[in-house]
């Protein structure tokens, strides 16, 4: 598709701004995952492929944690992922090259990424409660995970959008992110919290 070239080029043409891209930190990344900013808005989110689980530069995984995953390989599962996935609502995804040094390394060398175009959003699925979740965004994801196997699909990996509809109601939309634990060699850890909803 277009966008996956239009992606790219919109990352690249922001890298050389000073603090263009930011480390996020969060308790529930397993990878390396950096925010990209245009402009000071936020465009995209990052995931070298040498800081996922075992690879070299992840610090706090020394090997996969999930079974049936070699690793290195979750930025392509985050682009099929995203490939297949349009019609339940997976944001714009792409592998490329980036330049070690927008992660804070020395060095002229480059690294393959996954790169996600940032969702603004209202929090994630684990946030609240799933009463008023869009039932058909819940059919649509939970379609997409058995297509691809997902092993990792938890609350935090569900974005929220909370809209009103013309009566005033509350209904909260989906959008599923972070697909790097799909397609595995193994169907020991499948998890669909959905089931739960």
């Given at each position: 598709?277009?966008?996956?070239?239009?992606?790219?080029?919109?990352?690249?043409?922001?890298?050389?701004?000073?603090?263009?891209?930011?480390?996020?930190?969060?308790?529930?990344?397993?990878?390396?995952?950096?925010?990209?900013?245009?402009?000071?808005?936020?465009?995209?989110?990052?995931?070298?492929?040498?800081?996922?689980?075992?690879?070299?530069?992840?610090?706090?995984?020394?090997?996969?944690?999930?079974?049936?995953?070699?690793?290195?390989?979750?930025?392509?599962?985050?682009?099929?992922?995203?490939?297949?996935?349009?019609?339940?609502?997976?944001?714009?995804?792409?592998?490329?090259?980036?330049?070690?040094?927008?992660?804070?390394?020395?060095?002229?060398?480059?690294?393959?990424?996954?790169?996600?175009?940032?969702?603004?959003?209202?929090?994630?699925?684990?946030?609240?409660?799933?009463?008023?979740?869009?039932?058909?965004?819940?059919?649509?994801?939970?379609?997409?995970?058995l297509q691809i196997l997902n092993c990792d699909r938890h609350g935090g990996n569900i974005l929220i959008h909370r809209v009103e509809d013309e009566d005033g109601e509350e209904t909260i939309?989906?959008?599923?992110?972070?697909?790097?634990?799909?397609?595995?060699?193994?169907?020991?850890?499948?998890?669909?919290?959905?089931?739960?909803?």
């Amino acid at each position: 598709p277009r966008w996956v070239v239009g992606l790219a080029e919109e990352v690249r043409g922001c890298l050389d701004a000073p603090g263009a891209v930011q480390r996020i930190a969060a308790d529930e990344c397993a990878c390396g995952t950096y925010l990209v900013e245009e402009g000071g808005r936020p465009l995209a989110v990052a995931k070298p492929r040498d800081e996922e689980p075992g690879m070299v530069h992840n610090k706090r995984y020394s090997e996969s944690q999930k079974t049936g995953f070699a690793p290195g390989e979750g930025y392509k599962r985050e682009q099929f992922a995203a490939l297949i996935g349009q019609y339940a609502g997976v944001p714009e995804t792409t592998a490329m090259l980036m330049p070690e040094r927008v992660f804070g390394r020395n060095g002229g060398g480059s690294v393959y990424a996954s790169v996600q175009r940032f969702v603004p959003n209202d929090g994630e699925s684990w946030d609240c409660g799933p009463a008023k979740f869009c039932a058909a965004d819940v059919r649509r994801i939970g379609l997409l995970d058995l297509q691809i196997l997902n092993c990792d699909r938890h609350g935090g990996n569900i974005l929220i959008h909370r809209v009103e509809d013309e009566d005033g109601e509350e209904t909260i939309r989906l959008t599923p992110i972070d697909h790097g634990f799909t397609l595995p060699t193994s169907l020991a850890d499948l998890d669909f919290e959905w089931l739960t909803w």
